[in-house]
């Protein structure tokens, strides 16, 4: 009776254990959770650190080159895990004097019960290898330094506001606060000094960890209200490690040219000449002319004209009406060529830019342009 009371009570333990169980990995989605918002948090963390170490290096050598990798791919899972054995063992009872005999009963019960908890997080790092990206950013921590250490962005190999005008506009002579359409940009750095600089016993006690940046022994911290400038700089550095310049919309031109090179009309060309041009350059700027070579074609068709008229009163003289109408033709022809030569004088090689309300002195000729189509490589940022 003993030993079937005893086996009871080891019974009724185990599966009070079994049922424990379940309860205990009821809540895997509160760490799970919690797992997964620090590992996001992380990534802002990440990068700001990334940002204020190099602003340290470029403190300790303004034309160093910067460094930046930015996780593209991360990764946050937990699982629990449990096992639960038991090792009975039976026997029949006897005593020590005597031979066991009788029913096999339960002499010992052994549960074994393990659990545990495994967790991981991990990002997939990219580098940034181009090097205009790194120009770029080179530009953004010289620009940031500006207002602290008086260092001004390279003019020269590179032409800091050159390339920003190019990242933001697509063009070397862009203007970033137009198209800037109230976005980060270039222009937002460097208005003011919010961080310090010293060695690593300069460092406010009171500074926060997450807002110091160091290189060999240079250490950078954050001012107090600097935070917002040193967002802004991320995010500039973010958005050059991400992202390309926009490129230029082209178009493309095909010009019919005459025997002397000039624009004409199909039935008088000789060959043509097809480009590919900004969408706000003037067609007529793929036919370039030497100055010296224009002022001869220009002195060579007036003296055609001269002679020409004297043909045309000639033939209206002698009523030949057919031979008038050739004559009046090439006539009109090389007027044509002459505008244009005398715009090229002018303007020197047609490359102003089109201007909306703005009607160029072309002369009467009129260019027969077979394709003139939009060729967008990349749309707008």
């Known amino acids: 009776m003993t030993c079937g009371c005893e086996g009871s009570l080891m019974q009724g333990r185990f599966w009070l254990l079994i049922l424990s169980v379940p309860l205990s990995v009821g809540c895997m989605h509160i760490p799970l959770r919690n797992n997964s918002d620090n590992q996001a948090r992380t990534v802002s963390d990440l990068y700001q650190q990334e940002v204020l170490n190099n602003l340290a290096m470029f403190v300790h050598e303004p034309n160093s080159l910067p460094y930046f990798s930015f996780a593209n791919q991360g990764a946050t899972g937990m699982m629990d895990q449990g096992t639960i054995g038991i090792a009975p063992t ?11 005999s009788g029913t096999f009963v339960l002499a010992s019960f052994a549960p074994t019960l393990t659990g545990q908890r495994t967790g991981f997080e991990n990002f997939t790092m990219t580098p ?12 953004a921590y010289q620009k940031a330094l500006a207002s602290c250490t008086g260092v001004a962005p390279s003019t020269v190999c590179p032409d800091c506001q050159t390339r920003f005008n190019v990242f933001y506009t697509g063009s070397p002579d862009g203007n970033i606060r137009d198209s800037a359409a109230g976005k980060v940009t270039s222009e937002c750095l460097g208005r003011t000094c919010w961080f310090g600089t010293g060695c690593k016993k300069a460092v406010p006690k009171e500074c926060p960890c997450n807002l110091v940046g160091q290189y060999c022994d240079t250490y950078v911290w954050v001012l107090p209200g600097g935070q917002d400038e040193l967002s802004k700089l991320t995010l500039a ?92 033709a090439r006539k009109k022809q090389l007027q044509g060529n002459l505008a244009f030569l005398d ?5 020197g090689g047609l490359k102003e830019e089109y201007r909306q309300g703005f009607t160029p002195q072309t002369g009467p000729f009129g260019p027969l342009f077979i ?3 939009l060729n967008t490589l990349a749309p707008g940022r």
């Not at 039976?90 to 066991?100: E, F, K, L, V």
């Not at 060309?269 to 793929?286: D, M, P, W």
């Open 90 to 100: 039976w026997g029949r009872p006897y005593a020590a004097s005597t031979p066991p």
């Open 128 to 139: 940034v290898n181009d090097p205009r990206k790194l120009e770029l950013m080179r530009c």
């Open 237 to 328: 550095i973010l958005d050059y490690a991400q992202n390309a310049p926009p490129q230029e919309v082209q178009k493309v031109v095909e010009i019919y040219l005459d025997e002397r090179g000039l624009p004409t009309q199909f039935a008088n060309a000789v060959g043509k000449v097809t480009a590919q041009v900004g969408i706000t350059e003037r067609n007529l700027s793929v036919v370039s002319i030497p100055h010296p070579d224009a002022v001869s074609l220009r002195d060579s068709i007036e003296k055609e004209l001269d002679d020409l008229a004297e043909k045309i009163n000639d033939a209206q003289a002698k009523n030949r009406s057919t031979t008038l109408a050739q004559l009046l």
């Open 343 to 347: 715009q090229q004088l002018k303007v």
């Open 371 to 373: 394709n003139q189509s």
